[in-house]
């Protein structure tokens, strides 16, 4: 329980966010199911991981977090989830898990595959997941391409296409 309090009272004070398991399409959440947990702002993903440690290292420590792949793709997931918070579309945050995970769920699906390479044969299987009319993207380092209503995207590109023209 004590975990729980503390979650909670970071989420109260804007410091995570929370993401909660929904079935696809649904928008329902489920509340006995894990949560996922994201630090609202992904400058905290990095005091975080360096608490209880010299803040004289830091910014250094940071820098090479950013060079660490896995590391890198889930402060990426942080960004996107901080971004998806604003659209009402997508708010609260939901993710899905099956035998395959889906890391955002609401009017359109997102997963986060901040890789060079992203082949989007792998993610045929959510046709079998997703509504018929819900759109897939994934988020990707480089790769760009669309099949259907699945399509990759690279993580400057969706940015800048959530923000539209000012």
């Not at 929904?22 to 609202?40: L, M, Q």
């Not at 997508?90 to 997102?110: N, S």
Request: hydrophobic share 40%; proline share 7%; charged share 25%.
């Amino acid at each position: 329980h004590t975990a729980e309090t503390y979650l909670s009272i970071l989420e109260m004070n804007y410091v995570l966010l929370s993401a909660r398991w929904s079935e696809p399409g649904s928008g329902v959440d489920a509340p006995r199911k894990n949560r996922k947990f994201y630090p609202i702002d992904p400058f905290l993903f990095h005091i975080f991981h360096d608490f209880g440690r010299s803040p004289d290292m830091t910014f250094v420590k940071s820098q090479e977090r950013c060079k660490d792949p896995v590391l890198m793709s889930a402060l990426v997931e942080v960004l996107v989830a901080s971004e998806l918070r604003h659209d009402p579309a997508m708010h609260p945050l939901r993710y899905f898990l099956g035998k395959k995970e889906i890391d955002f769920v609401g009017a359109e699906a997102v997963e986060v595959k901040y890789r060079t390479a992203v082949d989007l044969n792998e993610f045929f299987w959510v046709s079998k997941v997703l509504p018929p009319s819900m759109k897939f993207t994934v988020i990707t380092r480089q790769t760009h391409s669309v099949s259907g209503r699945l399509r990759a995207i690279p993580l400057k590109e969706w940015l800048l296409e959530r923000r539209g023209p000012r």
